[in-house]
């Protein structure tokens, strides 16, 4: 029963390169999500998906892109990494249902330099 | 969205019962209230929700006025290992039943010998 899987758990990245931040759950949750934290801050919500085909914007959504192909995977990109994207990233999953309770994973840890 | 307010941090003590007040005074009819629990580099894990009155569980108690505009986390006789930061959520409800949940700065608890 893995639950919500992030990879990598760590990666450094040089201004202006790209990536993508891995997330799968197993658990056919249909409501996926990436939040940032910054030292000493709560997490703020980048973009989040209600179901394969959908996603839409959170807080935070600039400088980054999602898409949701499939229910399991929810991958975050990065196409121009920007030092002021340096944090922990970490992705959720519910099932969606009202008040359904949020299922983290244990993050990437990101750094732009 | 409806917001939250947290104290930033709160000590105590092995033993003693720690209670951790949150304020949502624009909380709609529909939403439930959720508390987080997140340990150092790992993501936050549920706790505990409640819509009114006391919910309780094995791990905690939550205490929700007739008002709803607030409500109250109590953790009975903590240890070392409850040391972490506590997060309140309000979520915002949607026809589907889906929740855009967002974070605040949640509460830095420290628990001391």
């Known amino acids: 029963n893995a639950g919500v899987t992030q990879t990598p758990k760590f990666q450094v990245l040089k201004t202006g390169q790209s990536m993508t931040l891995q997330c799968a759950q197993d658990?056919?949750?249909?409501?996926m999500s990436w939040y940032r934290q910054d030292p000493g801050m709560g997490l703020r919500l980048i973009h989040y998906?209600?179901?394969?085909?959908?996603?839409d914007q959170g807080e935070v959504p600039n400088g980054y892109n999602v898409s949701r192909s499939t229910t399991e995977d929810f991958p975050l990109r990065l196409l121009s990494a920007a030092p002021s994207q340096t944090s922990v990233y970490f992705c959720a999953s519910s099932p969606g249902r009202q008040n359904s309770p949020l299922h983290f994973g244990n993050g990437t840890r990101l750094t732009v330099t | 969205l409806a917001k939250t307010t947290q104290p930033i941090s709160m000590d105590s003590y092995e033993g003693q019962e720690v209670n951790i007040t949150c304020s949502h005074n624009n909380i709609a009819t529909n939403d439930y209230i959720t508390w987080y629990q997140q340990f150092p580099s790992q993501g936050p894990r549920f706790i505990i929700q409640?819509?009114?009155t006391k919910v309780t569980n094995e791990v905690a108690s939550l205490f929700i006025p007739a008002d709803r505009k607030s409500s109250t986390l109590s953790l009975p006789r903590v240890s070392l290992s409850d040391t972490a930061v506590y997060y309140c959520l309000v979520g915002e409800g949607k026809n589907t039943g889906f929740q855009k949940l967002v974070f605040g700065t949640g509460t830095r608890l420290l628990v001391s010998p």
């Open positions: 998906s209600v179901g394969a085909g959908i996603t």
């Open positions: 409640g819509y009114k």
């Open positions: 658990m056919n949750h249909e409501y």
